[in-house]
């Protein structure tokens, strides 16, 4: 049996350690996102892992529900919903990479990529995990 690997961080409270742990190949900040990793993703090796990815975030206005459920149609296993705290979201998806870091800034990635979804956000905290 393959052990679980799981990577979280807090973002307001970094080390300079975790701030380059969550950084990609690109130079992003995982909560930043990255569209450079969010399109490598979609032809990643099968080979690599596979991540599950959670990441939370605020923006200043409510997000239509309608946009939250147009999400589920770009496909490729993304899902945005919002729990029960107004102006909270948390953005779910599956994407493979090779590190944690480069998981997490493609699926924020995708955020960037479809700006009409939401224009501003900022990221309190990000999980990624894979077995
Ligand atoms: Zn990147």
């Not at 149609?73 to 919903?81: E, I, K, S, V």
Request: charged share 20%; aromatic share 6%; hydrophobic share 40%.
């Amino acid at each position: 049996m393959r052990r679980r690997v799981t990577e979280a961080a807090i973002l307001n409270a970094q080390s300079s350690a975790d701030v380059v742990k969550w950084t990609c190949s690109h130079g992003q900040h995982a909560g930043n996102g990255c569209i450079t990793c969010y399109e490598a993703s979609a032809t990643a090796d099968p080979e690599l892992p596979l991540w599950e990815v959670a990441a939370w975030f605020t923006t200043t206005r409510p997000i239509p529900i309608r946009a939250l459920q147009d999400v589920h149609r770009h496909g490729r296993r993304f899902a945005l919903d919002q729990p029960s705290t107004p102006l909270v979201y948390v953005l779910s998806g599956h994407v493979r990479a090779a590190l944690s870091a480069e998981a997490v800034a493609g699926v924020v990635g995708f955020l960037l990529q479809n700006r009409h979804i939401v224009d501003d956000f900022t990221m309190t905290e990000i999980r990624a995990s894979h077995s």
